[in-house]
């Protein structure tokens, strides 16, 4: 079975701060992916990353960065200088082998002014 | 990029009527796509795989007679909510695996669907 563990329910930060969401996962599948979705209000799922089973490095894309450790199924999400558009809820998600998606229970992020 | 749509993208039913959601793959063909199901501040849970040419697979404790789908064509799934009732209202969203270098999936924009 699958799962995916998001601790942090909510955080709320100040605009500029920068804030790291937490993901740690389970699966006895070998080959997996990783994502993570923002959804705003609108409730439109928005892609932000995939990262395979194979490949451990991290990834930087502007702002956002990820940490991909399997020695300890975690697969966090840094925003770096958070702004108000970043608020929304963020989704955690696993992949196996059979295409089905798992989601955490999302951390929903507030940055204020 | 890929995209998936889906049809209506709101929609407001009295108890007991039955109402259909359209999910479409617009420039890949899927003969699978996953519906998912997500209440009020929940997350995405997934009730069903929907496939092409066959039946669908329900996960557990979701009622196959009262949520029928149906894989028409390798670009097109729908599913219906029979006579619905105030608490099938929720937001339910489709996906399509796809292969574009790698293993990925695209969802549609969502259904908002509120039973009076």
């Known amino acids: 079975a699958q799962k995916v563990t998001q601790a942090q329910t909510e955080i709320s930060v100040v605009e500029k701060e920068d804030v790291t969401l937490d993901c740690v996962y389970e699966t006895r599948d070998t080959t997996y992916y990783l994502f993570w979705y923002k959804q705003p209000p609108s409730g439109e799922l928005v892609f932000l990353i995939r990262r395979n089973s194979f490949d451990e490095q991290n990834e930087i894309s502007g702002r956002y960065s990820w940490n991909f450790q399997k020695s300890t199924s975690s697969f966090n999400f840094t925003i770096t200088a958070s702004q108000v558009v970043d608020s929304a809820v963020y989704f955690c998600?696993?992949?196996?082998?059979?295409?089905?998606?798992?989601f955490g229970k999302g951390t929903l992020l507030t940055v204020n002014p | 990029g890929a995209v998936v749509s889906q049809h209506p993208s709101r929609v407001i039913c009295k108890s007991g009527t039955s109402v259909k959601i359209e999910c479409r793959s617009l420039d890949f063909q899927a003969t699978t796509m996953f519906w998912y199901r997500q209440f009020p501040k929940q997350s995405l849970m997934l009730m069903a795989t929907?496939?092409?040419?066959?039946?669908?697979?329900?996960e557990q404790g979701v009622e196959k007679d009262k949520f029928l789908i149906n894989h028409a064509s390798l670009t097109l799934s729908t599913l219906t909510v029979t006579s619905a009732h105030p608490e099938d209202s929720s937001f339910y969203i489709c996906?399509?695996?796809?292969?574009?270098?790698?293993?990925?999936?695209?969802f549609g924009p969502g259904t908002r669907l509120l039973v009076l």
């Open positions: 929907s496939n092409e040419g066959s039946k669908a697979t329900y």
């Open positions: 996906s399509a695996p796809t292969y574009r270098g790698t293993e990925t999936q695209y």
């Open positions: 998600a696993l992949m196996g082998s059979n295409y089905k998606l798992t």
